[in-house]
């Protein structure tokens, strides 16, 4: 299969952790990784691979996986990091596509 | 610092064919798979394809009868064209660059252009 299932929203108070789940079976053979998205903007990559930062990305932003599931950790959630997030892999059924996540929308109170 | 820069047309009615082109400045342009995502208004990251720099493409299986993704590797540009395009195809489009390790399981985009807003409408 080559869907990403993703939390349609979550909520996090200033300063507190807030963990954004990805689910699929791609994720078996993929490491997912990670995009910020906030109004009217491009995609901003924040985690890739078992779990790198890209430079620039704070490292409260970490990543872990375990079977099907990715998880996006925020810890010490910041104003700025209200925005949408979305998950991405490859199929591994054989069509070789690119998959996004249903994303998931982070609202900082 | 590598940069991507995006163009086409904006506007088109039904049933033409989207062309949008986007430029590599400041980096290599082999080893990457170079990819065209969209968003509709609203709504979340579509996957379109891809393509390297010897030409080797990979489509999303839901678009592929209407897409082609081409590479001009002597002024480090890649091109997508959509066909017979519809209102569902109204959206931002953007480009990426897209790293493709499948040994080590890496996949990911890490540098993206600004986006290209298409409607479709007649």
């Known amino acids: 299969s080559s869907e990403l299932t993703q939390d349609p929203a979550v909520s996090v108070a200033l300063g507190q952790t807030v963990r954004i789940t990805c689910q699929g079976d791609?994720?078996?053979?993929?490491?997912a990784s990670w995009y910020q998205q906030k109004p009217g903007q491009a995609p901003v990559l924040v985690i890739y691979g078992k779990n790198n930062r890209p430079s620039g990305i704070p490292d409260r932003f970490s990543g872990s996986s375990s079977g099907n599931t990715a998880s996006l950790t925020i810890t010490g959630a910041q104003a700025e990091d209200e925005a949408d997030y979305y998950c991405?892999?490859?199929?591994?059924?054989?069509?070789?596509?690119?998959?996004f996540g249903t994303g998931t929308k982070v609202t900082v109170l | 610092q590598v940069q991507l820069q995006q163009w086409g047309a904006g506007l088109l009615k039904p049933s033409e064919t989207l062309s949008l082109t986007c430029a590599v400045y400041g980096g290599s342009f082999s080893g990457y798979y170079w990819s065209w995502i969209r968003q509709p208004p609203g709504k979340g990251l579509e996957w379109i394809g891809e393509i390297n720099h010897s030409g080797s493409t990979n489509y999303n299986p839901s678009l592929k009868s209407r897409v082609t993704i081409s590479v001009d590797t002597s002024k480090n540009q890649f091109s997508l064209k959509l066909s017979s395009v519809t209102a569902a195809d109204t959206a931002v489009y953007y480009c990426a660059r897209g790293l493709w390790w499948a040994a080590a399981r890496y996949y990911y985009m890490d540098v993206w252009g600004k986006g290209t807003t298409v409607t479709v409408s007649s």
């Open positions: 991405n892999s490859r199929d591994s059924s054989g069509n070789h596509q690119g998959v």
């Open positions: 791609s994720l078996r053979s993929y490491y």
